[in-house]
């Protein structure tokens, strides 16, 4: 039975031990550890996440291998002064064909719509949103809404769940 401390569970710290066995793959969920302790609020965690992700993923200040500098500096040059090929735009049949691969069980997406409504959609609805693409690919103009994401850390299976360097990153919609 568990105490009701007025605290949600989610948010209640939980120390991080190792079974009795030894295993070292098997532990109890703790949220993710940050430089002065315990991460306990949405941002202490956010904090971690993206300190750990810093951590990660630094630049290269001094590269060592002289043949690669070169080949990328070649990659760059070429890609930077190659004129930009028209996008491939996008065809209602596509549109058409990614819904009917949807699942009915998924969630439905931030504007609410259940799958099940999208596969009904007349071949008229289905068109406008592949102008919207294609006017999105054409004018290289990406909406506010489409340039921000909410970024969750998943736990990678087995692994110590007090380290914020055993969480994925995933993204979803903003929201």
């Given at each position: ?15 991080v031990?190792d079974?009795?066995?030894g ?16 991460a ?7 904090e ?7 951590t990660?993923?630094?630049?290269v ?12 500096d070649?990659?760059?040059?070429s ?23 949807l ?10 719509i ?6 009904h959609?007349?071949?008229?609805a289905?068109s406008?949103?592949?102008?919207i693409?294609?006017?999105?690919l054409?004018?290289?103009?990406f ?7 909410r970024m969750?850390s ?9 380290l914020p ?10 929201g």
């Amino acid at each position: 039975m568990e105490c009701d401390t007025g605290i949600p569970r989610s948010r209640r710290p939980i120390a991080v031990e190792d079974d009795q066995a030894g295993d070292e793959g098997s532990y109890s969920v703790t949220p993710p550890g940050h430089p002065g302790g315990i991460a306990l609020s949405d941002s202490e965690k956010a904090e971690a996440l993206a300190n750990n992700l810093e951590t990660q993923f630094q630049p290269v200040t001094d590269p060592s291998v002289p043949a690669v500098i070169e080949m990328v500096d070649v990659a760059l040059k070429s890609y930077f002064t190659t004129p930009a090929s028209e996008p491939k735009l996008t065809k209602p049949e596509e549109v058409q064909e990614a819904i009917s691969c949807l699942k009915d069980s998924q969630a439905s997406g931030p504007n609410g719509i259940p799958n099940r409504a999208l596969k009904h959609l007349p071949h008229r609805a289905v068109s406008l949103p592949v102008l919207i693409f294609n006017a999105i690919l054409l004018t290289h103009h990406f909406p506010t809404a489409c340039q921000y994401a909410r970024m969750i850390s998943i736990l990678k299976p087995g692994k110590n769940p007090a380290l914020p360097s055993l969480h994925v990153a995933a993204a979803g919609p903003p929201g």
